[in-house]
């Protein structure tokens, strides 16, 4: 039994009407005026799909050689419906699935490699390579809305007025600190009135101590000490630097996931989950500027292991020391290592006198009909 | 270096080959086969992957347009398969992530040292060129998987090639304020049929500009004259006039109404006659694309994602507060401030994004291929008698990988 075909020998794109029929090895493609027939292997026929008509071509040592016959395909069914297993499988010069482990385990090692290396060595040679007004400006623009986060969208509201004696004192406080920190700009120092315990620095040098910092230090070297940890945060850029690294991380992950609908607001969203925090090695290096600009400035660097234990005392049970510190997790590891740092105990001088801590003390008391 | 007039002279001297008349040939078809089921399961499969999927779901879609697309009865073959693609997508993740952040980093070092200007022009710049290469590569794995009547396609030139024509020409387009752009097109589409061969024959390209040119300028004083009125009704408007209003909603009407219709319109000649230019061989073709059926696809693609959005937002505001299409600004809040609702939020986007790509397929981009596939004549198909399968072996290996992972244009 036989079926007609038409049959393209992968030389020509010139049809010829052929009849195909089955034998032992294979099919046979019987040609027009009388020629050789051809013989195509099981093995080396592909299927691609039997439909109205079977469309079938033809491989030969892992190549494809361009041959294509085309049959009625309820007649090719009758005819091969029987050795449908027999014949070839994929298409030719397919990648091996040697070859596709290869590179899903080099991509895997590469995405790895960026996750835990790369990308924050990228962002720490990037970041400082960052116009510093792009930064100031970036602070700017991201100001009111993390102020609206963190004062629960109620309007945030400063400390102190302008020219009384708490900015007075924080002023002189800030100005010890950072006499002779090398300073990417003009510092911006504020306390803010929320009750949550926690402090952060924005792009563009701009710091804000929350109230419950000032309230729970027992003397100013506390305060100081927590103040030297942000500057060193503005030092290194680390709000920058998290900000290159967030960026190129949402990027690979689109890449990853493909610019298909919906997969950049995911990356966005894993994003944000995964952003949310300096790394250790940005929080140890604020450490070891806080530990730096207190000696300097003739203060106590251990004062900021004092403040943080003691809040750990107080609030046993969370699982960070901290309560709201989460952006700034505190370790044993880390005040270990500012132990470390301070060295053997020497005398200090409070960074303010009593009359300035105590003005610092009541900043929040004092009238401000700024907000 | 061209010079637009010297391109046009070419254009005169070569143009007798439109005025003769020609023996009628076959049209290509466009068959209406299923799509929506492969759309769905792809579109699903793909989320449920987390993207992996996208790679065979693009090859699916490749299979059906081509397969679908006959000529003299023989259908075109897509031999790429969702592996190829998908390797090539590890290979670039493994290599060409990591280079291009240090490519990015010495650019950035670069911008330190000679100033943020440097810094952002080449930032602006890398990546459009990157793109421009890759796009141009990965036409040649497209072509190198499309046979027909069991030839293959293939393209030589290089992207570099490729990218050194646009730069040429976005310059000369930059000089003249862009009315010179069809000239830039012709010249791109120019570079691209001249390398692309089917078996033994080369492709030739000589369309003419002038077709376009109209339809351009037309865009061109639309645009010019959209700024200036909107210039003078924002003087107008701070003089206190009251002509304000007017001019912005003969603004509005322009750029959100008119512009759109006159862009397609003009893309529609310029299919014509880049199609009417293409020669493969002795094959030569022509296009009888017409530019209302064009627009009415679009508009009713964009009736049809308004329908559905507006449909979405109605249903996504009464699951959320209970109410069809009022909202009290309170009760929003409450619902962002709950966990639920933004779940809800995130849900609704990416439900409605998938929805559209749906919609896009189904409804914009094959109806496309349909109506430029069926405008298309083939004339003097009887010199395929003289192709032959050129002697370049079919390709294996990293070079044919990356092209395959650079296969972004689609």
Redesign the interface.
Known sequence: MDVAGRYFDGVRPVVQEVRLRRVAQGLEIALPDGRQPVLWLYGETRIDDVGVEAHLHRVREDLDTGERLIADGVVFREIFGSVLTQFGKGRAGEASRRRVMFWSLAAVGSLLFLYFVGLAAFARLAAPLVPWSWEVALGRSVEPQVLEIFSKGKPAKTCGTEGGAGKAALEAMVARLSAGAKLPGQLRVDILDVGVTNAFALPGARIYLFRPVIEKAQDPDEVAGVLAHEIGHVIHRDSMRALVHNGALSLIISAVLGDFTGSSTIAILTNMMVGSAFSRENESEADMVSVDLMRRAGADPRAINRFFQRLASVEPGKRTIFDAFSSHPITADRIAEVEKLAGAPASATPVLDARQWQALKTICAEPNPGG | MHVPTIERTRDAAQSPRSAAPQPDGPRLEALSAPLAWHVVKG?AL??IT??IY?FWYRTALRRYYWNNTRLAG??F?Y?G?G??L??G???????V??IY?IV??VG??G??VFG?VV?SILGALIMPAVVQVLSYRARRYRLLRT??????FHQTGTGIGYLMRTLKWLILTGLTLGIIYPYLRRALERYKIEHTWY?SARGSFSAPVKPMMKMWLLMWGLVVGAMIAGSMVSVAAAMGSGGGFFGALVGLIVSVVLLPIVWQAFRVREFRAFVGGTKIGDISLSSDLRTGSVIWVWISYYLMLTVLLVGGFMLASYLAVGRMGYFDPEDVRDFIAAGHGQVAI?TG??AV??A??IVTELFLRRRLWALRARSITVYNLAS??Q???SAA??T?GVGE?FDSGFDIAG
């Open positions: 579109i793909t989320i987390l993207g996208r023989d259908r073959e031999t398969t592996k190829e998908f390797i997508f590890l290979i670039a993740i493994a290599i992530i990591p952040l990015t980093l950035l070092v911008g330190a943020p810094a046979r027909y009547r069991g030839l293959r078996g995130v986007i990416v994004g998938v559209s790509a395929l008698d192709v032959l399968q072996q079919e294996g990988a």
